[in-house]
């Protein structure tokens, strides 16, 4: 990029989704201290940075030594899902309540958590995922392994298109992330919002952009990250208010 922007006398802009440099758990790695140097380097040189959240641009100027980023939050187009009925795939669960994951199955994630914390759920809650990813296979393994087959399902993944519309029907949704590295903490994925605007409530692991986002709006809480009995509780909460 700095170099076609450079030939072409063209502006050049840095859109940043992650903190690059943060995604290592040792941030002292060779690896961690590569990225950064290339992060920081081409930072430097762009016309203009983007990023996601507040938080994170902050995090960004410091550690590339930059002016703080645009924001512009990572929201999906203005979906109306008002007169949409729930699609074919809740028709499986009948009239069991249904907390959905719906995201990349990547490491790093409280995802597994949410199949752990199923035993501790009313029986007429069921926890499906709705994705791909490199640990689907694990997550299948713990899911026989646990003998919650009954409990937790494999929905088949849907075209970016749909992922606000394909949401309708689900009682919850889970944002799940783990505080293992510094880009997972001042993450504010697109999932959030497109749960928000599928009129579900969310439920979020404590970190501190996910946390003043939800609480700020109303629209959920968060949990004890890696707690799978701190998660439970927030479900149940949610589900049956006092």
Known sequence: GCTAARVTHAKLVYDAYELWSGYSSEPTSVHARLMKLIESVGARRADCVVTVNDKLGERMAAALTIEKPLTVMNTP?????GELAPGAWRDRFG???VVIY???YAAGRDIAVAIRCVPHLPEDVVVAFRGYGVIEDELRRE???RQLEDR???LEPVAMSELVTSLVGADLGLVLYAATNENNTLASPNKLFEYIMAGVPCIASELPVLQEIIERHGVGTTFRSQDERALAEAIIACLEPE
């Open 77 to 81: 187009f203005t979906v109306d899902v």
């Open 95 to 97: 009239d069991r309540r």
């Open 102 to 104: 719906q995201g990349r």
């Open 143 to 145: 899911v026989r392994e």
């Open 152 to 154: 937790v399902h494999f």
